[in-house]
């Protein structure tokens, strides 16, 4: 079993943990280099390589059609497994990973078991004060994935611009809804998160999208235990 599904309740942007997901829009070709820390630690190296469309010497260990679920067209992504680069996991000595990605194309980082609590920060390889990702601060080429599991009422908030919206997930009933239901897809601005009022069911992704540097955090206020509780 799984248990980090069921035991981690709260959700951090700036932690990718098991489910939930930072997905970053490489615009530019080139070579990244990316280093994943676990708290204050360093863990793992890796390098991508963004290539243009026209090359068909792109190759990636696990290409998956993410985008075209949450409706960005059938742009590619590249899936990277954290826990798999973790050396504390692994128990290797400090290699760097390389992962290819598509000109106009992502890469998804994801945990997929484990206590998580991962960051990531990514810069051109030629220039290291140009970051492109840094999840504790997401910003207009990120999105943020994550499901919540527990019934109850959540605080939703952007840590960086001080913004807050309810997310509410009901106790499920007996045949009730999709069996995969769709994204509810969330805005991020300087002023406000878009929509206010958030309902989900278990197991149906949030999905943030930012105009403003963001970090999101959702946090379990009141449970739902159901009838009787």
């Given amino acids: 079993m799984n248990r980090a599904m069921f035991e981690q309740v709260d959700r951090d942007s ?8 930072v997905i ?19 863990v793992a190296l890796f390098e991508i390589e963004v290539k243009d469309d026209n090359d068909g010497s792109v190759t990636c260990e696990d290409e998956v059609n993410v985008l075209a679920f949450l409706g960005d067209g059938s742009s590619s992504v590249t899936t990277i497994d954290l826990r798999e680069l973790d050396l504390s996991v692994i ?7 390389r992962f290819s990605v598509r000109k106009g194309g992502s890469a998804l980082f994801y945990v997929p078991k484990g206590e998580g609590g991962y960051s990531i920060k990514i810069a051109k390889r030629d220039d290291a004060d140009k ?54 897809k969330v805005e ?42």
Avoid at 190 to 205: A, C, G, S, V
């Fill in 188 to 229: 991020c601005s300087k002023r406000t998160i878009k929509p206010k009022e958030l309902q989900t069911t278990p197991f149906q992704p949030l999905v943030f999208r930012f105009t403003t540097p963001s970090r999101v955090t959702i946090k379990l206020k009141e449970p739902d235990d159901g009838p009787g509780s």
């Fill in 131 to 184: 970051v492109v990702l840094d999840n504790k601060a997401l910003d207009r080429d990120d999105s943020y994935l994550a499901v919540c599991l527990r019934p109850g009422t959540y605080t939703v908030r952007n840590e960086i611009a001080q913004t807050e919206a309810r997310l509410t997930v009901p106790y499920p009933q007996i045949r009730q809804g999709p069996r995969r239901p769709r994204p509810l």
């Fill in 14 to 21: 700036a932690s990718i943990s098991v489910l939930s997901a």
């Fill in 24 to 42: 970053h829009r490489f615009e530019e070709s080139g070579k990244y280099s990316g280093v994943v820390f676990k708290g204050d630690r360093e």
């Fill in 91 to 97: 128990g290797a000595t400090m290699v760097k990973h």
